[in-house]
């Protein structure tokens, strides 16, 4: 049967390709069956060889795939290719057609941010941009579906396609499809990969070998519905988050090993990406100039910056460097031993933190443009709270002041501290009350809401 199968595949391979591209289109069937690839799971479209439905395979690629294992690098399930330390910064590039898809342009946003707040070595950047070691083009097909590929000599796969008739989805299920597979394209394996139906109701075995799905250490090893972005399929539900075996995947891959000098990225070319996290290394500290405290001009010499925030001691270590708005001012001081300077306006900053990154502040997010999201998360910090206006008692208009309605809430202190605020249906009224020295308004009909947790 699986000569059939085969034989089958290798035909719909030549009735599609011809020259090159069907002697290429050979190699890489062969290679992925000798590496363990079910035939029947591998399919030629369009000119491109494909596996477990979504997965594009270059001629490259699947060479890699024969090669052995090197002792120790086998860290859900990955690839034996992944995206080199030469690569920092990802420049996601949307065409034209792909933006005049609203869903499809705000689920890339939502992908994008998923990959930032891990605060991996690898960043990921909506395009055009500056700075980029390595392009990815997020482009339109047919249908419901998304395709990409794994990397490969050290660079993650180049292409990624979503199928338009996603856009008649949520932004959340859009940016759980987007997610997945830029998962592809930095060498992630289906987290199903050995029984497809766990999934997709249907299917079987994309094949193993011990070489092209490797188990990734402290994740499970068996799949559940809804159990990671990387299952073979998705449901409408999705919410577009991690689960937390996915981040320890993540974690695994791209946090966990060496990390790039500070002094390789050029953090002024992230200007505008606010929010995005780097992490990166610093050596022993010398000199360097760095103007303003606690918020840096971005072209000051981060691990300096980083001592003087009490990140890290001179000798250096691992620190998360936070993309801020530029400042009217910066102030200079002198902590840590290291003199800062004052500065007027610049057009952006940063913050340094440790190797744990800091939360976003709750004042930063617009919750208003989560409405429809119902059930997602948002964790963020609160200083402390001293006012705000709040309509509603535990469920509180999207509009409302979050850190006051914590407050209110009983979620933390006046003092201040980390909320969970989660995305809830408009109400028809909102009732307010006094609590924990808070006054919240009541009001009539509104289209969003939100609860708050610790």
Aim: charged share 10%.
């Amino acid at each position: 049967m699986r000569r059939l199968s085969m034989a089958l595949l290798v035909g719909v391979s030549i009735a599609g390709c011809g020259g090159d591209p069907e002697v290429e289109n050979r190699e890489i069937i062969s290679n992925l069956i000798e590496a363990g690839f079910p035939a029947n799971d591998i399919q030629v479209f369009d000119g491109n060889v494909y596996v477990g439905r979504d997965a594009h395979v270059t001629l490259e690629a699947s060479r890699e795939l024969l090669q052995p294992l090197e002792e120790g690098s086998a860290e859900q399930y990955r690839t034996t290719n992944q995206v080199g330390t030469g690569v920092t910064k990802i420049c996601v590039n949307p065409t034209a057609a792909f933006n005049s898809y609203s869903n499809l342009s705000q689920g890339l946003d939502l992908a994008i941010a998923n990959y930032n707040e891990q605060g991996l070595r690898l960043t990921f950047a909506r395009g055009p941009t500056t700075g980029c070691t390595a392009n990815i083009s997020a482009e339109t097909t047919t249908g419901t579906g998304g395709q990409a590929g794994f990397p490969s000599n050290g660079m993650p796969y180049g292409v990624f396609y979503i199928g338009t008739g996603l856009d008649s989805y949520s932004a959340d299920v859009n940016e759980h499809v987007i997610t997945h597979e830029l998962g592809h394209a930095i060498g992630f394996r289906h987290s199903d990969y050995y029984n497809r139906s766990i999934s997709c109701g249907i299917g079987g075995d994309e094949g193993e070998a011990g070489v092209g799905a490797i188990h990734i250490p402290n994740t499970p090893t068996t799949a559940t519905v809804g159990g990671s972005v990387m299952n073979s399929c998705f449901r409408s539900t999705e919410t577009g988050e991690w689960t937390g075996s996915d981040i320890t995947a993540l974690s695994a891959l791209y946090s966990g090993g060496a990390v790039q000098s500070c002094s390789n990225y050029n953090i002024t070319s992230y200007r505008g990406q606010n929010g995005t996290q780097i992490r990166c290394g610093c050596g022993a500290v010398g000199g360097g100039a760095v103007w303003g405290t606690d918020l840096y001009t971005d072209d000051s010499n981060v691990c300096v910056a980083a001592v003087h925030a009490g990140a890290i001691g001179t000798a250096g270590g691992t620190v998360v460097v936070t993309i801020q708005p530029g400042q009217s001012s910066y102030a200079g001081t002198t902590r840590n031993g290291v003199t800062t300077y004052s500065y007027g306006a610049w057009s952006g900053s940063f913050s340094v933190s440790g190797t744990t990154p800091p939360l976003n502040t709750c004042s930063s997010y617009s919750f208003t443009s989560y409405r429809g999201q119902n059930g997602t998360s948002i964790r963020c910090s609160c200083g402390p709270v001293s006012g705000g206006t709040v309509w509603g008692t535990d469920l509180y208009t999207d509009d409302s002041n979050a850190c006051a309605a914590a407050v209110h809430a009983g979620v933390i202190p006046a003092s201040g501290g980390n909320v969970s605020v989660t995305i809830q249906p408009g109400q028809s009224s909102y009732t307010g009350t006094t609590r924990n020295g808070i006054t919240t308004l009541s009001y009539g009909a509104w289209s969003g809401s939100f609860s708050l947790s610790p």
